[in-house]
């Protein structure tokens, strides 16, 4: 059974930092990119960030850009996604997903081959 688990969420200040993590199992990550992504209350799914396969490529949204930084372990069946100087804008679910490639991330219509669970997180004023 394939899982992606994610955890690290949290309640942060403004300012603040925090590190998710998307554990996966019952499948090997080294065969798809991997991606994140968040919904905050009432708004739709947003595109996060995406790592290649060999971690090579790296594609951000432009809101998160130079304040989260993903990266993996293939070895690990790890992805991380770590944020910092976050903003109350960024409160949302954070979601991880496999894909077959970095570019169909960005696209509106990416569904996505496996989907995490998603993990809370919800930064202060």
């Known amino acids: 059974q394939v899982q992606l688990v994610e955890s690290g969420g949290g309640l942060v200040q403004a300012g603040g930092s925090l590190s998710l993590s998307c554990a996966a199992s019952g499948l090997s990550i080294s065969t798809y990119a991997m991606g994140w992504f968040r919904q905050a209350p009432g708004k739709e799914r947003e595109f996060v960030a995406t790592?290649?396969?060999?971690?090579?490529?790296?594609l951000y949204a432009d809101s998160v850009k130079g304040r989260f930084t993903i990266s993996r372990d293939n070895a690990k069946s790890t992805v991380l996604l770590q944020m910092s100087s976050l903003k109350p804008e960024d409160t949302a679910v954070y979601y991880c997903?496999?894909?077959?490639?970095?570019?169909?991330?960005?696209?509106?219509?990416?569904?996505?081959?496996?989907w995490g669970q998603g993990t809370q997180v919800t930064v202060s004023s």
């Open positions: 790592i290649g396969r060999t971690s090579r490529t790296t």
């Open positions: 997903a496999a894909g077959s490639y970095t570019e169909e991330f960005r696209s509106p219509s990416f569904t996505g081959t496996y």
